[in-house]
């Protein structure tokens, strides 16, 4: 393949891609993700961070027709999908790909639902153009990462903007040079700094790639130009994010669908809300809370062994805040050893700040793992040493984290999720019928009967 084909290759695969081409299996498991999608953007609808951006929609008027989840707000596509964006992502409890290091669901649905709401679209559309959208934002890092990744861009924003890009291209019915416009758009518009991991910020990303995609496809659709090889162009996509010579673009687009990368990798359910690089390790801590021999009284001290980017990414290593906690090794396995349970009750100031936290976070310490210096194809593994008085010892290794396609959540895992996730928000009928949409999504004749379970008949901004 020339290089020169690269983005014309992408925007044939969003154009000529339908449900029929989607094996089944596919769209079984997309149902899952949209599911556990809506239920941590439920509960991540009332932090501080979607309160804020919540307040700033309200102020700007009631037009629209596109939800804001966990509110009664309608508003402009654009604006409803950055909200529902930064939801999904601010608790940091939702899914994520391993070679796209980053989370495409909540870059890649709220702009599928913002637009399928005003476009009154089918479940079977809705996830036709989530399940597109989210298969071009993890492919393209099979050809950027690790480079890119390495280099401190945020994947989430910088793939999940062309991802949802893809993926309101595709609701709009976008073809030729109006899709290409919008790849370019949307290009145009990728960001995200990992610095700001553990900051509010964050969840602005995620939030950032949803809109991103819908402001690219609706500009392209009114005429809006931009470069028609956005992607392998000297001063496109690949080389501005990667460098020179550090990107494969082939091995962006040559297994498009081939297999769907929900099929294949597969995309990992987060089982504890805390960035990814922490749950092997929260994994190992949880063994080790659980063995009989184990007394916290009794630890004087713990290694947590890591490979370096694993290191780089658990950027707290003294975390103040909740926030930062999800983003600290030492955090993470000190509330794991405390407590013998993490939950989302985990990461909270007071708790971070409590003083048996802070004793174990202090004794803590991690080691980087040898000859692991180039960014590796999974998160783990993590090795957890706890050294108790008298000389004893207690070590677990975790490869692979719960929630892991290789290692899953039961049904009764991921049920237990959404129904903590949306408890206290939504009421008990709420809840149980969008459980029940959901299993039948793809039958479902309008999107607005599943949207509608997520609002509440109050707002919290006046």
Not at 171 to 196: M, P, V, Y
Not at 345 to 365: A, L, N, P
Request: glycine share 10%.
């Amino acid at each position: 393949m020339e290089a020169k084909e690269i983005t014309a290759r992408l925007a044939d695969f969003i154009e000529s891609t339908e449900m029929s081409d989607i094996p089944g299996h596919v769209i079984q498991t997309a149902k899952l993700l949209v599911s556990d999608f809506l239920g941590v953007a439920t509960a991540g609808s009332v932090e501080p961070s979607a309160r804020i951006i919540q307040e700033v929609i309200s102020e700007q008027g009631r037009n629209g027709k596109a939800t804001v989840i966990g509110t009664d707000l309608r508003s402009h596509p654009t604006w409803s999908s950055l909200a529902n964006g930064i939801s999904g992502h601010t608790v940091d409890y939702d899914d994520v790909s391993q070679p796209m290091y980053g989370h495409p669901t909540t870059a890649v649905l709220p702009a599928a639902l913002a637009l399928g709401e005003l476009l009154d679209i089918s479940g079977s559309e809705l996830l036709k153009s989530y399940i597109i959208g989210l298969e071009v934002a993890v492919k393209l890092s099979y050809g950027m990462n690790p480079a890119h990744y390495e280099h401190g861009w945020h994947s989430t924003c910088t793939l999940g903007s062309l991802g949802s890009t893809a993926t309101a291209a595709k609701l709009l019915g976008l073809k030729k040079h109006q899709l290409r416009a919008a790849l370019a758009l949307g290009a145009s518009q990728a960001g995200g700094l990992q610095q700001n991991f553990g900051t509010m910020i964050k969840p602005f990303h995620a939030g950032r790639a949803a809109q991103n995609g819908v402001l690219a496809a609706i500009l392209a659709q009114r005429g809006w130009t931009g470069d028609q090889n956005i992607l392998e162009s000297p001063l496109g996509f690949l080389h501005v994010f990667c460098g020179e010579g550090r990107f494969d673009g082939q091995k962006c687009v040559n297994m498009l669908g081939s297999p769907f990368d929900i099929e294949q990798p597969g995309i990992i359910l987060k089982k504890y809300p805390s960035c990814a690089f922490s749950h092997p390790a929260i994994d190992a801590a949880l063994l080790i809370a659980r063995d009989p021999q184990y007394e916290p009284a009794a630890t004087e001290g713990v290694e947590g062994h890591i490979h370096a980017l694993a290191d780089q990414i658990l950027i707290h290593r003294n975390p103040q805040t909740g926030l930062e906690a999800k983003f600290s090794l030492e955090a993470c396995i000190a509330l794991a050893l405390v407590d013998g349970n993490v939950s989302s009750q985990s990461f909270t100031d007071d708790k971070v700040s409590s003083k048996t936290v802070k004793e174990m976070m202090s004794r803590v310490k991690r080691k980087i793992v040898p000859g692991a210096q180039n960014a590796p194809e999974e998160f783990g593994p993590a090795t957890v040493t706890v050294f108790l008085k008298g000389g004893r010892k207690l070590e677990a290794r975790v490869q692979k984290a719960r929630g892991n396609p290789e290692n899953p959540m039961s049904q009764q895992e991921v049920r237990e999720k959404y129904l903590d996730c949306c408890s206290g928000i939504l009421t008990e009928r709420s809840i149980e019928k969008s459980l029940a949409l959901l299993a039948n999504l793809d039958n479902l004749e309008k999107i607005g009967e599943l949207t509608d379970c997520f609002r509440i008949p109050q707002t919290r901004h006046e």
